[in-house]
């Protein structure tokens, strides 16, 4: 009887956990008697195929469907509960916030320089399985996308006028302005650089120091310590075993909260933004009609991306979006006015940094309205999000090492920032300035852009790019997070069955449109972002485990 | 006829793709061909392997074992994915080539509705290889 084998790579001598061989390379599995599905029910209701976690699956879809019922049932009453607890967590405790995404992007920044940086995720001979261009623009897709469409003009605009607007005192004795620090009363040069900084602040290290510490610490423990793939398994060097009974799924239930409530608002937001835009162009009437329509076209589209898989849909619709938006960027850089652009973006990044240290200072703040209404809300913003976007990045990340993740994940995103926003920023504020163009202030926030680029050449074409790019990069998100909410409740399963992806994109769209017909979608996105709190203690445990996990891992030579 | 066949296995199912291994096994013989049989995995940890070489030494382990059933030589492949579902099809045509495989055996679901929006596995993998494919429905054997 002849033997022969295939396997192309022949087996590592080190032996990870009792009788269970080491990933690619020498790794350091954690040895546990879990098996990854034991708690799933598997079955075939209507032909269909499904492998679920049983409990977190039950659990979340019961919470969220009370949560929907609840606030389409009970707006009036919901709404102010959600909001009262959100005011709460922004103005008392916006210390948490800040103080906790200092240390993410401190950790983060700290680790790409020490020896740990060399350890490679998958183990030390790991192949990574995406190209850098691939890998680049899904992590920046899922990350923020969207948000840069609105707020690229929308609020270095915002932040320059009310910096330059300065101080000003309540009778309490309270600032009353909205201006970032000090202001920069009466100052144009001094409110611009101001303004800048505090955009690039709240979209540049912090918010990919919290995606970088969700994704690192699950990434390290899914593929060199052998946990499934999620947010449960973050907490092991805590909780040890116990993550297998209720704490942990007591987590990865919030994690499917936040991410389906967060992406379904989001969705139905973004449609009655995407539906103002058309309306703005194109004259298509803003009506419930347009909204429907557009979310079910975008869930049609997110739903091909997830039948197609990781490789073929979401990267692909991820590389699209990059190139489009980086032809925009381009546009913006050229006919706007190039040379402020081009030297604005290595003033902003000084600015940036000269300013880092107290627009990101926990304690003893002045400017109380930007720092809770503006940062620490943008911060619980992120947070919420980490979970989604963290654990998404993670899967796409083997064989990384640690200090190219890093890089990947905090200093490119935030270089990238730092270029949008000057573009875009440079541009609006150099019509309002120099050219006295006051439309696009005046315009409301989500036509920002569009009045932006109307005083640029080629507006139809740009428009249309800058339209498509909003709801390509809703997609990314929806199609990413219906991936990430499926392999949660199917206890870190990827391989589950189709139809459970489907479900989710399904769901989400359903969601987005129930609440946009019957109201709520304010109030139920002010309650995902709640939960940025119980993330932000997960993420310092993240911290810990990262440390923790990588200090028992062997270095990549 | 047929010199070398490829068996798709999903180590997860072994009950399911029962009927398609006795099958190969049978044409195994009859054609003294070499099996080989294919596992597609993710990356992640699962619920068969924690690691992909954890996987590989299972699906080398499996295929001796069943070459002790049928007595012809046998190999393995391990293939591992990051969306192991959504490019199998893609992954399994390209093992065929890869691997010299002129027949495939691989187990498939009973017509259903469903099939029409999501079409099963085997029948996309016959319809974009050269190599012969035998679908063996799960009840085969009864």
């Known amino acids: 009887m002849a033997k022969s084998t295939n396997d192309d790579k022949p087996q590592e001598p080190q032996q990870g956990s009792e009788g269970i061989p080491a990933p690619e390379g020498p790794a350091n599995l954690i040895d546990t008697d879990y098996v990854i599905g034991q708690d799933n029910i598997k079955a075939s209701p209507l032909g269909v195929d499904v492998d679920l976690h049983s409990t977190v699956f039950m659990v979340s879809s019961v919470v969220i469907l009370l949560f929907v019922i609840l606030t389409l049932a009970m707006q009036a009453q919901m709404e102010p509960i959600f909001d009262a607890m959100f005011s709460f967590l922004t103005t008392k405790l916006t210390w948490v916030f800040l103080l906790g995404a200092n240390v993410f992007v401190i950790l983060a920044l700290v680790l790409i320089f020490t020896p740990m940086g060399k350890v490679r995720i998958g183990g030390a001979h790991a192949t990574p399985d995406f190209s850098y261009a691939g890998w680049f623009a899904m992590l920046f897709a899922a990350g923020m996308g969207i948000g840069l469409m609105f707020y690229g003009v929308s609020e270095p605009l915002g932040h320059y006028g009310t910096a330059l607007g300065g101080v000003s ?128 076209g975008i869930t049609v589209v997110a739903l091909g991306s997830i039948m197609l898989g990781v490789d073929k849909g979401v990267q692909r619709l991820s590389q699209l979006n990059m190139g489009l938006a980086l032809l925009l960027l381009l546009f913006v850089i050229a006919v706007g006015p190039t040379l402020m652009i081009a030297t604005g973006v290595f003033e902003n990044l000084l600015g940036y940094v000269k300013n880092l240290p107290a627009l990101s200072m926990p304690f ?106 909003v709801i390509v990069f809703f997609i990314t998100s929806s199609d990413s997070g219906s991936l990430v909410i499926d392999s949660i409740t199917a206890g870190g399963k990827v391989d589950a069955p189709k139809p459970q992806r489907v479900f989710w994109a399904l769901i989400e769209g359903a969601i987005a449109i129930a609440l946009l017909l019957g109201g709520g979608l304010g109030a139920l996105q002010t309650a995902a972002l709640t939960t940025g709190l119980p993330f932000t203690l997960v993420l310092l445990v993240g911290c810990y485990a990262i440390v923790k996990g990588l200090m028992s891992e062997p270095k990549a030579k | 006829m047929f010199n070398k066949i490829m068996v798709p296995v999903d180590l997860a199912h072994i009950e399911v793709i029962e009927p398609s291994l006795k099958v190969s096994a049978d044409m195994a013989r009859h054609y003294q061909a070499e099996v080989c049989y294919v596992g597609v995995t993710a990356t992640t940890p699962g619920s068969v392997a924690r690691t992909p070489e954890e996987y590989a030494q299972k699906l080398e382990a499996f295929a001796q074992q069943r070459g002790q059933v049928h007595g012809q030589p046998v190999s393995s492949k391990m293939i591992c994915r990051v969306d192991p579902v959504a490019d199998l099809v893609d992954t399994l045509v390209k093992a065929i080539d890869e691997v010299e495989a002129d027949l495939v055996v691989m187990p498939t679901h009973a017509h259903r509705h469903l099939d029409i929006v999501m079409p099963a596995n085997g029948s996309q993998v016959a319809s974009r290889t050269s190599a012969s494919v035998f679908l063996v429905r799960p009840d085969a054997n009864e």
């Open chain 1, 169 to 296: 005192l309540g009778e309490d004795g309270l600032r009353t302005d909205w201006s970032p620090l000090g202001g920069a009363g009466g100052d144009q040069a001094g409110a611009v650089a101001l303004s800048m900084a505090a955009t690039i602040f709240h979209w540049g290290l912090h918010p990919w120091g919290a995606y970088a510490i969700v994704g690192l610490s699950l990434a390290i423990f899914a593929y060199n310590k052998g946990l499934p793939l999620t947010m449960r398994s973050i907490f092991y060097p805590v909780l040890g075993e116990r993550i297998w009974g209720w704490p942990g799924h007591l987590i990865d239930i919030l994690a499917v909260f936040a991410t389906l409530f967060g992406l379904a608002t989001s969705l139905g937001l973004g449609a009655t933004q995407a539906s103002a835009g058309l309306n703005y162009l194109f004259g298509i009437p803003d009506s419930n009609v347009t909204l429907v329509l557009l979310i079910l």
């Open chain 1, 364 to 469: 003893g703040r002045e400017d109380a309205n930007f720092s809770q209404g503006w940062t620490a809300f943008y911060w619980a913003w992120w947070i919420a999000w980490s979970p989604f976007v963290g654990m998404f990045i993670a899967r796409v990340s083997r064989g990384r090492t640690v200090r190219e993740f890093l890089i990947a994940v905090l200093v490119v995103p935030t270089l990238a920032s730092v270029v949008w926003m000057t573009a875009f920023g440079t541009t609006a504020i150099d019509q309002v300035i120099n050219q006295g163009i006051t439309e696009v202030q005046d315009a409301a926030l989500e036509l920002q852009l569009f009045t932006m680029l109307e005083h640029l050449p080629l507006t139809t074409i740009t428009s249309f790019v800058g339209i498509v790019l």
